[in-house]
């Protein structure tokens, strides 16, 4: 592409994920050019269906929505602020899911796509980058996700010198929802809540007696499983554990997990508590397709049928989608990438999203809001900067670059992907206490102390934005 002193160079964003269309909005937001570069339909990856930008390929929730006593939450609320192109067309195409903000996939990325190629001052290239971007592109953000290419994956690897780093993840059934049998499931959100959408009864629960329990642990460990030899001494991602390894690590475990009984009520059978429950999740806006939470699942296709249909109201369930297991691959960010998310071997080269060691929906996209705005910043010559570590994405960013450890040169086990939480803000300067000016304790003070945290954020973030 010819460029002239009138004409600025574009800015190219490799990858069209979350991050990658959140970084090429924001750059069109300032008024510059931007070439968005994604490979599929070209060229496939093992866990994407179509060829919209912004796929979702896991779970169709962004998790919660409260911004005063949850860092997701908080997080939210800091990228509406700023602008989101990723939120504002979730909040657009939200489902009921309680506490939670959950979308229709297909409505969400139909309207980033949509969104995205009707940016007059974005050009979507749908060809694959296969090697480290020519030296004439001279502002490049990489976005490729934790499912980069293998070609281009090696050109980075090479690039930094490190080796590749990676984890498994896994990604959950969902069930056709007139196949749910509701004489023995019930609609109702843990504790009744009604998030954004919702009505405090929007989950699918099936309750699991304790002898339906242990079969069902039983059955889980005993599956069999998609193995991946080469790559079984690669750890799992604590935040995206297939169900059957969560098994594995205690009988227990699901049940102080995704399965916990807590604040759900069987309306068919009150008087009795169920052992532990299984909660379904609304997917799509016609409520006709609902995904198992906390599913995840490296067991093969016909297992997941046989066992899966053990479950009290899923006898006869049809399956929309089958879960699965795909290689995720992030950096040893802290070692190779600048403050400013640069690669310090080249700085032209600038880092979004899951490859850079974060990990969710909501936090890639984040990345890729801050990428973009920074690499707007700096094609129109002004300085970048950070913001404060007070806040959700400050302090993810603090993460990703090391604010975390004490010494970046620990080596790759020192970083792993991270979900925003309330671990990585700065400790408050001062104690909370109630109204009255007594110490509180216990859950009181656990809830004083999130709201402390987020207002402190919020404030910050305004002050750094009028800045």
């Not at 010559?381 to 570590?389: A, C, E, M």
């Not at 400790?427 to 402390?452: M, Q, T, Y």
Request: some cysteine; charged content about 20%; hydrophobic content about 40%.
């Amino acid at each position: 592409m010819s460029t002239s002193s009138q004409t600025p160079a574009p800015i190219h964003v490799i990858g069209g994920g979350l991050a990658g269309s959140e970084a090429a909005w924001q750059i069109a937001r300032s008024g510059l050019r931007v070439v968005l570069h994604e490979m599929r339909p070209q060229r496939a990856t093992d866990a994407h269906h179509t060829d919209q930008l912004a796929e979702l390929v896991c779970s169709n929730s962004f998790r919660s929505d409260e911004p005063s006593t949850n860092a997701v939450g908080l997080l939210h609320q800091e990228m509406r602020r700023m602008g989101s192109l990723i939120m504002t067309c979730a909040d657009a195409h939200q489902v009921p899911a309680g506490g939670a903000l959950a979308v229709d996939r297909h409505g969400f990325a139909q309207a980033v796509t949509a969104a995205i190629e009707a940016e007059p001052l974005i050009e979507v290239d749908r060809k694959e980058i296969q090697d480290v971007p020519p030296s004439d592109w001279q502002n490049v953000i990489i976005a490729t996700g934790p499912l980069t290419s293998a070609p281009l994956a090696e050109a980075i690897g090479k690039l930094t010198g490190e080796a590749e780093l990676s984890f498994f993840d896994a990604i959950a059934p969902i069930v056709h929802r007139d196949s749910i049998n509701m004489d023995k499931a019930w609609f109702q959100s843990r504790y009744d809540k009604a998030g954004p959408g919702g009505t405090g009864a929007d989950y699918i629960n099936c309750p699991l007696s304790r002898e339906e329990y242990e079969h069902f642990i039983d059955a889980l460990i005993a599956g069999e499983k998609t193995s991946f030899k080469e790559w079984e001494h690669v750890p799992y991602f604590d935040g995206c554990l297939p169900i059957e390894v969560m098994a594995e690590r205690g009988r227990e475990t699901l049940r102080h997990g995704p399965l916990k009984p807590v604040g759900l009520t069987n309306p068919h059978n009150p008087t009795v508590k169920a052992h532990a429950i299984i909660q379904l999740r609304q997917d799509n806006a016609l409520g006709t397709l609902y995904n198992m939470v906390g599913f995840q699942t490296k067991l093969k296709h016909a297992e997941q049928v046989r066992v899966f249909r053990t479950i009290p109201g899923l006898e006869q369930a049809e399956f929309a989608r089958l879960g699965g297991l795909h290689r995720n691959t992030f950096l040893n960010s802290p070692k190779v990438l600048d403050p400013f998310l640069r690669l310090k071997a080249e700085p032209r080269l600038r880092f979004a999203g899951q490859i850079t060691g974060c990990e969710g929906y909501v936090e890639s996209a984040a990345i890729g809001l801050m990428t973009g705005r920074w690499a707007a910043l700096e094609a129109m010559g002004k300085s970048p900067t950070r913001p404060p570590d007070t806040t959700a994405i400050g302090a993810l960013i603090n993460h990703i670059t090391g604010g975390h450890i004490d010494t970046i040169d620990a080596g790759p086990k020192s970083f792993q992907p991270m979900n925003v939480n309330f671990g990585l803000f700065p400790p408050l300067e001062f104690s909370p206490k109630s109204e009255d000016g007594k110490r509180l304790r216990g859950p009181e003070k656990a809830v004083a102390k999130k709201r402390a945290i987020t207002d402190r954020a919020r404030a910050d973030l305004e002050a750094w934005l009028e800045a």
